[in-house]
Antibody, heavy 119, light 112 residues
Framework: EVQLVESGGGLVQPGRSLKLSCAASGFTFSDYNMAWVRQAPTKGLEWVAS????????HYGDSVKGRFTISRDNAKSTLYLQMDSLRSEDTATYYCASHRLGFSWFAYWGQGTLVTVSS | DIVMTQSPSSLAVSAGETVTINCKSS????????????LAWYQQKPGQSPKLLIYLASTRESGVPDRFIGSGSGTDFTLTISSVQAEDLADYYC????????FGSGTKLEIK
């Protein structure tokens, strides 16, 4: 059974940093491109970032480019999101998700971790 | 960025009725190379994470009931739910993956 388990969310002040993790199991993690997708409270879905299966290619949404960094450790089957210079508008539930083919649709999703940016 | 416009934003139907949700993209999602449309549909039940229903516009994900049908091509797409059941209460989102992913704004389905 595929499992994606996010952790690391919490309350953080504006301008500070936070690092999210996503532990994967039930599939060959190193074969798949991975992504972070977020959802602000009562709002829709927004793609944040994607990373290739080997980690060499990364892509970011305009709203986080230059502030967030996606990375992965295939030996640990873990995906990360380093979030710097956090803003109130980054408040959201952050989901870890796997792409199916290339950087395509999102086949599997974690349960999400809530990040609240507030003073 | 490709903008996805979804309609309606909400609808309420009785169990057993058929529902149609529309999704329009600001540019064509049809690949000239393989003639496939790069559009997916997701279901998000209250308090849960999204779940993939349909990919490549009309291919149902494994385990998804056949009452969920995706159709359309180019810039206009539809998710049809036939014989709606109480368990279909959820938000539904379209997503394009022709370029960097973007989602529609969602459709809230309520059961009368």
């Amino acid at each position: 059974e595929v499992q994606l388990v996010e952790s690391g969310g919490g309350l953080v002040q504006p301008g500070r940093s936070l690092k999210l993790s996503c532990a994967a199991s039930g599939f060959t993690f190193s074969d798949y491109n991975m992504a972070w997708v977020r959802q602000a409270p009562t709002k829709g879905l927004e793609w944040v970032a994607s990373i290739s299966y080997g980690g060499s290619n990364t892509h970011y949404g305009d709203s986080v480019k230059g502030r967030f960094t996606i990375s992965r450790d295939n030996a640990k089957s873990t995906l990360y999101l380093q979030m710097d210079s956090l803003r109130s508008e980054d408040t959201a539930t952050y989901y870890c998700a796997s792409h199916r083919l290339g950087f395509s649709w999102f086949a599997y999703w974690g349960q999400g971790t809530l990040v609240t940016v507030s003073s | 960025d490709i903008v996805m416009t979804q309609s309606p934003s909400s609808l309420a139907v009785s169990a057993g009725e058929t529902v149609t949700i529309n999704c329009k993209s600001s540019q064509s999602l049809l690949s000239s190379g393989n003639q496939k449309n790069y559009l997916a549909w997701y279901q998000q039940k209250p308090g849960q994470s999204p779940k993939l229903l349909i990919y490549l516009a009309s291919t149902r994900e494994s385990g998804v009931p056949d009452r969920f049908i995706g159709s359309g091509s180019g810039t206009d797409f539809t998710l049809t739910i036939s014989s709606v059941q109480a368990e279909d209460l959820a938000d539904y989102y379209c997503q394009q993956h022709y370029s960097y992913p973007t989602f529609g704004s969602g459709t809230k389905l309520e059961i009368k």
